[in-house]
């Protein structure tokens, strides 16, 4: 079952959740993120990543039946940025990556033809640019947001979506 499919999203979760347990209690890091199959350990030293690299590798074939990605499972200083989840974290800021800017331009572009094209209605791209802008929040992305939803607004001037209408109703 894929990973984009909820179901496999939610028992994913679960069954990691002894992988969280052990990260936080057994291992007591207190900088670790987790989101379904990927995760971040944060710590200043490169010895004590690697020891509880060492240590989550056997936790996970024992006690879960499951391996860390070889090619993935990397420790890597911080101030180069970590690849999260579409982001960049630095220390002290977060940025989307171009990579992802860019797919989502694409897709933008894509929708836009297919409705002036009159192939999707509107709220299929009221939809994609609420997802956007909730993920891209998650960086310093505050100029860019607003930037974006301006050049949507030009370009459909007169649309409403109906979830923004139905909103108003309740």
């Known amino acids: 079952m894929p990973l984009g499919n909820l179901t496999s999203q939610f028992f994913a979760n679960v069954y990691l959740n002894e992988l969280d347990q052990f990260v936080k209690h057994i291992l007591k890091v207190r900088h670790y993120i987790r989101y379904v199959d990927d995760f971040v350990l944060l710590y200043p030293s490169q010895g004590y990543l690697r020891n509880c690299k060492d240590q989550i590798k056997q936790f996970l074939k024992f006690k879960l039946k499951i391996e860390l990605h070889p090619e993935k499972s990397k420790i890597i200083f911080l101030n180069r940025g970590v690849d999260f989840l ?15 800017l860019r797919k989502f331009k694409r897709k933008l572009e894509v929708y836009s033809k297919e409705y002036f094209g009159q192939l999707i209605e509107y709220d299929t791209i009221y939809d ?7 993920h891209s929040k998650n960086a310093n992305t505050y100029k860019l947001r607003k930037l974006v939803l301006e050049q949507v607004e030009k370009k459909f001037p007169n649309e409403v979506s109906t979830k923004e209408v139905n909103r108003g109703l309740n």
């Open 128 to 134: 994609f640019l609420e997802g956007w802008c909730a």
């Open 86 to 100: 579409g982001l960049r974290i630095f220390p002290h800021h977060t940025i989307l990556r171009k990579k992802n």
